[in-house]
C-alpha cells in the first residue's frame, strides 16, 4: 500500500515563499529516488524536482535557483520549499515515488496534492 500526504500550500503573493510536505508510506523508502510534479488548470502535469535515495537533486529550468527539495529518510519526508514564487508557478503540487535514479520518472502513485496559488 502506498500512501502520499501533500500539505503546505496556500496563497502567497508574487516573490513570497512556501514549504510544501509530503508525508511518504511506502517500503524501501529510503532507497528510492522522489520527485515533485506539478499540474496548473488546463495543462498536463509536469516534472518540478527530482531527489535521489541519497539527495542528489535535479530541477526543471523553470524552477532551477528558486526551488529546493530535501528528503528525510528517518521521517519518509520529502520537502518543497518554494522561494521568489510567481504566479506561473500556480498549480496543484504532488510529490511521487519515481521509477529512476534522479526522480524525474513517477512511478504512478499520486496522492490528493497541495494547491499553491501565486497572486500577481
Known amino acids: 500500500q502506498v500512501q502520499l500526504v501533500e500539505s503546505g500550500g496556500g496563497l502567497v503573493q508574487t516573490g513570497g515563499s512556501l514549504r510544501l510536505s509530503c508525508a511518504v508510506s511506502?517500503?524501501?523508502?529510503?532507497?528510492?529516488?522522489m520527485g515533485w510534479f506539478r499540474q496548473a488548470p488546463g495543462k498536463e502535469r509536469e516534472f518540478v524536482a527530482g531527489?535521489?535515495?541519497?539527495?542528489?537533486?535535479v530541477y526543471a529550468d523553470s524552477v532551477k535557483g528558486r526551488f529546493a527539495i530535501t528528503r528525510d529518510n528517518a521521517k519518509n519526508m520529502v520537502y518543497l520549499q518554494m522561494n521568489s514564487l510567481k504566479p506561473e508557478d500556480t498549480a496543484v503540487y504532488y510529490c511521487s515515488p519515481a521509477g529512476d535514479p534522479m526522480g524525474r520518472r513517477t512511478l504512478g502513485y499520486w496522492g490528493q496534492g497541495t494547491q499553491v496559488t501565486v497572486s500577481s
Open positions: 531527489i535521489s535515495y541519497n539527495s542528489v537533486t
Open positions: 511506502i517500503r524501501a523508502f529510503s532507497t528510492l529516488a
